[in-house]
């Protein structure tokens, strides 16, 4: 059996050399050249001894994911379309801003939680990614993009498991992957650079905490169980009180001193005065003295199928006035990419439409890349 060499992290390849009577340290040199040098040719890893690559070339591969499309929106995002087999496809986001460079990262093929304002959720679910296949987006759009921009350093400063799927209905297969990202020998990315979003998997966020502690978003959307009952089905199963007691013990371990939570901004559903209110009242509750939290406020990003619309941006701005008033840092998300469907929620992969893949992969191929002329993608430590 040969292995794909993304799915391990640092400790799994020690382990798997050793396996092939190898010292633990050929794998930091190995992860190095596959992480840090984008390196998939075994025989470009010059300082491995010839016997260990002729080895290697036995029984290992390092293989990313096949890119079926990739858009450029006018604003310098970049999406990627993945197949990830049997009719399967995930996606990633690029995102360049002034001082940081952020790839948004899909954990599953659909997802299993059936949000009603998200798009992934309404196709359902196919699977959980591998490691390797988590690990893929990164290493493809790292090395992707320094070739592209013709820069030497890290391009990709900050990851957001925020593309398709539940990332902790994934667990197994997500902490090797956060390691990668975090380890110095693979992406050396900061714990705080690196946030997890969850729409409220209460026993993995605290074994999340023990596991892999990097930033939190929890995924909110109402103020009351009735409703997150209604937007978000997975509050039946861990309503809102047992969340904000799991983000309050998270916080003991988290590498920053809040948790962010994200809210889709639903018109006329979850964005009146009386709902920030009570989102005021609720983080009082639950605020063990001092600020703990920070909303963001996601302009939900509408789809034929959800029945939706996206509140007006001036109740967007009166709902985080309360918000701010009452003391709560809140920000209102920027949608990025608009242009080629990238922002939050419209990450569709086509995963139902089994039948109808190869029309929409042969469709997807026919768009025209425009060429990236400008981009800003300094990383400047925050
Ligand atoms: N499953 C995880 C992470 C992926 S979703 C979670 O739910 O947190 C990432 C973010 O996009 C979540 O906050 C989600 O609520 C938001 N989102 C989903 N659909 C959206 C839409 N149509 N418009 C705006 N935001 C959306
Ligand atoms: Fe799944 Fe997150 Fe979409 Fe809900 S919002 S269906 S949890 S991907």
Redesign the pocket.
Known sequence: MTANLLDYDLEGLAVFCERLGEKRFRAVQLFRWIHQKGASNFDEMSDLAKSLREKLKVVAYVKALDVISQHISADGTIKWLFDVGAGDAVEAVFIPEDDRGTLCISSQAG?A???RF?S??HQGFSRNLKTGEIVAQLWFAEHFLRKHLHRDERVISNVVMMG???PLQNYSELVPALRVMLDDHGYGLSRRRVTVST?GVVPMMDRLAQDCPVALAV?LHAPDDALRDNL?PLNKKYPIAELLEACNRYLAYAPRDFITFEYCMLDGVNDQAEHAHQLVNLVRKYSSGGVWCKFNLIPFNPFPASGLLRSAPEQVKAFAKILSDAGIVTTIRKTRGDDIDAAC?QLAGDVKDRTGINQRIARQRTVMLKPVTSFNTDVKEA
């Open positions: 997802c939680v059936g949000c998200c992934t959720g398709m799927g539940e729409s995924s978000v929620g």
